[in-house]
């Protein structure tokens, strides 16, 4: 029970502070969403011309007052939509979200049923053959002495 | 399961694989076109890869394939970012006095914003007009980075050349605006 409490007080404490990034985001966490266009990496990794001048339009917008959302939509406006790291959460980048949780969650579930079919499987014990009477006389006479 | 559903399921199974391989072939055989740049390298002159984009100025679009059999190209790939680009496109300013009115200079401001690409243009002082290729898809059918990148195109929209030492300059320019 007490996991669960703070899962839900996590996510919670979680929703203010995306909105407080949301209106009033830093360069440091844009550099790390925002890929330099020239060098296939982050503007927090990338110290070339292009990811500079990318730096000081992003710090422009933010000291202008402008949500994160909104530098997002002018960054994809000039360079489309790979200067983002991530994919955004609408239209067909909801997939790229989506489809490897997917694919993991339909993984676990083949598996699990395929373990469950190969566990019900499994041939029952059959008996043995029947003990030679003279045989099964004597062990019952064994086992008798041995109670006694 | 009956036997029908697991033939369909191994049908689905064997479907996906295949159409995964077939995006992965088709995948590397379109990077395999390593574009006009390459091409010139391997001696060949292919027909210049056709684009319509926005001008920055805000005066409407161009559209490449419209100039073919007009007019012969000299399509110039620069950023406001790219220090060589300064000395290269004012070198084409300065021929676009002399060829202006045989050949068509066409820049292509590319990976760039377009508000500090005007600037950039004002500040050096960059008449011919350039299209926004913010995404640079148009500089990967020509060969990527590095720029500046200067292309020449003849009258019948084949490439005939790339600037590679100063002197190409003037030699490719006599040479298109006599096609």
Same mark, same amino acid.
């Not at chain 1, 440091?28 to 990811?51: F, H, I, K, R, Y």
């Not at chain 2, 073919?68 to 399509?75: A, E, F, N, W």
């Not at chain 2, 004012?90 to 066409?106: H, P, S, T, W």
């Given at each position: 029970m007490r996991p669960l409490i703070l899962v839900v007080v996590a996510a919670l404490l979680a929703v203010p502070v995306a909105r407080a990034s949301e209106r009033h985001p830093t360069l440091n966490e844009l550099e790390g969403e925002v890929m330099c266009p020239v060098c296939g990496t982050t503007l927090d990794q990338s110290s070339s011309p292009a990811a500079q001048q990318i730096k000081r339009v992003i710090a422009s917008r933010i000291a202008a007052g402008d949500t994160k959302s909104q530098i997002k939509n002018q960054l994809v406006a000039e360079y489309g939509d790979a200067i983002l790291a991530a994919p955004e959460h609408k239209g067909l980048g909801l997939l790229a979200w989506w489809l490897p949780i997917a694919g993991i969650i339909a993984a676990a579930v083949i598996v699990g049923a395929g373990a469950w079919r190969w566990s019900r499987r499994r041939e029952p014990l059959l008996p043995g053959p029947p003990l030679d009477p003279a045989l099964e006389a004597r062990l019952n006479d064994e086992l008798r002495r041995f109670d006694d | 399961m009956t036997r029908s559903a697991r033939l369909a399921a191994q049908g689905l199974a064997v479907a996906l694989v295949v159409g995964l391989l077939a995006l992965l072939i088709w995948r590397v055989a379109n990077d395999s076109n390593k574009g006009v740049s390459q091409a010139l390298r391997d001696g060949q002159h292919p027909t210049a890869p056709a684009f319509d984009l926005s001008r920055l100025d805000g005066r409407g679009r161009i559209d490449l394939a419209s100039l073919r059999g007009k007019k012969p190209i000299v399509l110039d790939f620069w950023a406001s970012w790219c220090v060589p680009c300064i000395h290269e496109s004012k070198r084409l300013e300065a021929a676009r006095r002399q060829y202006g009115n045989r050949v068509a200079f066409i820049g292509v401001d590319t990976k760039d914003f377009s508000g500090d690409a005007r600037s950039w243009q004002r500040k050096h002082g960059i008449t011919y007009p350039s299209v926004h290729d913010g995404s640079g898809g148009v500089l990967t059918k020509w060969g990527g980075l590095p720029i500046p990148r200067i292309f020449f195109v003849a009258r019948s929209g084949k490439v005939v050349g790339e600037l $590679? $030492?100063?002197?190409?300059l003037p030699r490719y320019l006599r040479q298109i605006a006599a096609s």
């Amino acid at each position: 029970m007490r996991p669960l409490i703070l899962v839900v007080v996590a996510a919670l404490l979680a929703v203010p502070v995306a909105r407080a990034s949301e209106r009033h985001p830093t360069l440091n966490e844009l550099e790390g969403e925002v890929m330099c266009p020239v060098c296939g990496t982050t503007l927090d990794q990338s110290s070339s011309p292009a990811a500079q001048q990318i730096k000081r339009v992003i710090a422009s917008r933010i000291a202008a007052g402008d949500t994160k959302s909104q530098i997002k939509n002018q960054l994809v406006a000039e360079y489309g939509d790979a200067i983002l790291a991530a994919p955004e959460h609408k239209g067909l980048g909801l997939l790229a979200w989506w489809l490897p949780i997917a694919g993991i969650i339909a993984a676990a579930v083949i598996v699990g049923a395929g373990a469950w079919r190969w566990s019900r499987r499994r041939e029952p014990l059959l008996p043995g053959p029947p003990l030679d009477p003279a045989l099964e006389a004597r062990l019952n006479d064994e086992l008798r002495r041995f109670d006694d | 399961m009956t036997r029908s559903a697991r033939l369909a399921a191994q049908g689905l199974a064997v479907a996906l694989v295949v159409g995964l391989l077939a995006l992965l072939i088709w995948r590397v055989a379109n990077d395999s076109n390593k574009g006009v740049s390459q091409a010139l390298r391997d001696g060949q002159h292919p027909t210049a890869p056709a684009f319509d984009l926005s001008r920055l100025d805000g005066r409407g679009r161009i559209d490449l394939a419209s100039l073919r059999g007009k007019k012969p190209i000299v399509l110039d790939f620069w950023a406001s970012w790219c220090v060589p680009c300064i000395h290269e496109s004012k070198r084409l300013e300065a021929a676009r006095r002399q060829y202006g009115n045989r050949v068509a200079f066409i820049g292509v401001d590319t990976k760039d914003f377009s508000g500090d690409a005007r600037s950039w243009q004002r500040k050096h002082g960059i008449t011919y007009p350039s299209v926004h290729d913010g995404s640079g898809g148009v500089l990967t059918k020509w060969g990527g980075l590095p720029i500046p990148r200067i292309f020449f195109v003849a009258r019948s929209g084949k490439v005939v050349g790339e600037l $590679v $030492v100063e002197e190409d300059l003037p030699r490719y320019l006599r040479q298109i605006a006599a096609s």
